[in-house]
């Protein structure tokens, strides 16, 4: 029943035009008005200008029930502490400093209060790490499931603040850490869910996973590699950090800085417990990297001069260099054959080249 | 399934302590460190210090569908305005001008893409009404429902801020326009869809209900009454909105402000059409100015001298005084009499009433 709503003329499912379409779609015709904005819609963090020598930068994550986390598998503690990375991460890759949070949690009368001690707990220690103010929130029931939205705020020096759209012809293109690790992380965890729905006595084997497992369950915020950048004086021209996955990523760079980008399947870090483990479960592990996510390292692009800086320091990886516009986002395989990436699309590469 | 938690010892259900009560046991050992950070978890919004003259305020609120709005009777246009209204009105109620909002969105797969323009054209509109940039935000899917978390920033002149804590023994509490109308709509709303439920071809009868629903489904945020406080020149000594009832924030008030509070039965605003209506529904209105909530209103205090610049003008009523804090909060009725409130008991004397 509805009995205010205009019938609708045209149904378009979501999935017609993706998550990334949507919302293109739903603030396409935005328009910001308050002088003291500076960045709406369409970085990693939005920004304000605050006072003669900062930015204010501040970013908003939803992690719903169902969608981000399972709850047979996600201890409490440890979704707590990862909602906050989720935000930081966003702040940190505007290269700023996070500094507070506003954290609101929908809940539904399953849950107890030591079970909302313990994702507390998370936040806390996450508060902790990362030398963050818990400064607000919103606490309200759910008819149905866990939902926790994040709001981080954080500062950065004006001149010092890092878009995605800063992307410039030659740049090279650099990640920190390694990549797929989260993605593989949360297959065990599929894995062992299944095995023990089957067989509720056959307890689950999570032994020689560790790391994939806290990459997963518990993953840190890029914070100490901006640090190293900074030691290390680099100015990145652009950078956004990887939760969607290195495709979906590199993509939204590419878009935002009107240009193109050129990666390499073999420069693409991975950790060697991932080049493993994947092959096990019959998963390539570049694809872990390219379509995985959750591993909230940053992805960058610096100027050619800066090689000199990064090239010996094992934390960064040159991955790739930035094009034209014209020449789109793509992976140079081992080949040497390109293949052009989109968000969803290289799939169909990997069943290919496993087949 | 959970292969990682400890075994919870105890299972306290959270009814046991309430929303109120489940807040501030989560909160209750959280400190904050930053230097900037000037009000943390216990206002209508959290301020951080951001330059030489001004604060800046932050608030977040989740609606949940299912809990705070039903689709049956809540078209998506209104809803979205409504969303953003209800954190504008905590940025309001600390004395301060709203001015970006960042919003996010769980889904489920049954929305289509025109209800979500449905949804932010109302969200859009409320920009408007309001003057507020939407800077950011967070589109995802939910396993069930819609869930929409709005973040409001604003911004305040340091010597202007007003906090639930500034009640001083001897002022006046005052409540902006009217009390209980938007609850009152609901029932309204409420009687329909079941009448609906039994027999769909019975159309609703929502005439001559406007003002109701309208404080139901599209309420205002109290901006008009502060710019009027502001031309009159008084300054608040405590304020808060009034979304969860009267009630409830007159404790608020009184617990932040360690103070005592009586309001008079006799003065609580209730507009007319809410006088003669909630009569038929057989329901008392005071009940539901104390308990309906989701009013929208301001409800401060202010030092007796100002009572002269408040008297005369209809957009504000004197509704009772603050007293020592031992003397709890109290609503004194037409007999006399005197009635301690809390926010969930006003119930039992209202039936005492009624029969």
Redesign the interface.
């Known amino acids: ?6 019938k ?10 993706g ?1 990334f379409g ?2 293109e ?3 396409k015709d ?1 328009k ?3 002088i ?2 500076i ?3 369409g970085d990693d ?4 200008d ?2 003669e020598k900062n930015f ?1 930068v ?5 992690l ?5 986390f399972d ?6 503690k ?1 979704l707590g502490y990862k909602s906050v990375v989720v935000s930081v991460s966003d702040i940190i890759s505007m290269y700023a400093k996070a ?2 949070i ?1 954290v ?4 539904s ?1 399953r ?8 994702l ?1 707990s998370g936040i ?1 220690l996450a508060c902790e790490k990362y ?15 866990l ?1 926790i ?1 994040v ?1 981080a ?1 954080g500062k950065v020096e004006k001149n010092k603040i890092v878009y995605r759209s800063g992307a410039k012809k030659n740049d090279l293109v650099v990640a920190s850490g390694d990549l797929g690790a989260a993605f593989l992380g949360l297959q065990v965890l599929k894995r ?2 299944n095995i ?2 089957q067989n ?1 006595k056959v ?2 084997d999570l032994s020689g996973h560790d790391y994939i497992l806290q990459r997963q369950l518990k993953p840190e915020a890029a914070e100490r590699y901006i640090k190293i950048l900074e030691e290390l004086k680099i100015q990145p021209n652009s950078m956004i950090d990887v939760s969607d996955g290195l495709s979906s990523e590199l993509i939204h760079i590419a878009k935002s800085s009107k240009v193109g980008i050129n990666v390499y399947e073999d420069k693409i870090p991975i950790d060697h417990t991932v080049m493993n483990f994947s092959n096990d479960l019959n998963l390539n592990p570049i694809y872990c990297a390219l379509n995985g996510g959750e591993d909230y390292e940053v992805l960058f692009t610096i100027k050619q001069d800066d090689y000199k800086k990064i090239e010996k320091d094992p934390d960064f990886t040159v991955i790739g260099y930035v094009t034209d516009e014209s020449e789109g986002v793509n992976l140079i395989t081992n080949d040497g054959s390109s293949h052009p990436l989109d968000a969803k699309g290289w799939d169909s590469i990997v069943k290919n080249q496993n087949t």
Do not use: W
């Not at 963090?45 to 304000?48: E, F, L, N, Q, S």
């Not at 609101?104 to 809940?107: L, S, T």
């Open positions: 029943m509805q009995f205010f709503d205009k609708e003329e045209t149904r378009t499912p979501i999935s017609d035009i998550e949507l919302i779609h739903l603030t935005i910001t008005n308050n003291n904005t960045k709406g819609i963090a939005a920004v304000i605050i006072d204010q501040i970013s908003k994550d939803l719903v029930e169902g969608v981000h709850l047979a598998y996600t201890p409490l440890h500094q507070h506003i609101g949690i929908a809940i009368n849950f107890t209060v030591e079970a909302l001690d313990e507390y806390k030398n963050l103010d818990l400064i607000g929130g919103d606490t309200t029931s759910s008819s149905s499931g939902m939205s709001t705020i062992e869910k023990f729905l509720p307890q689950p």
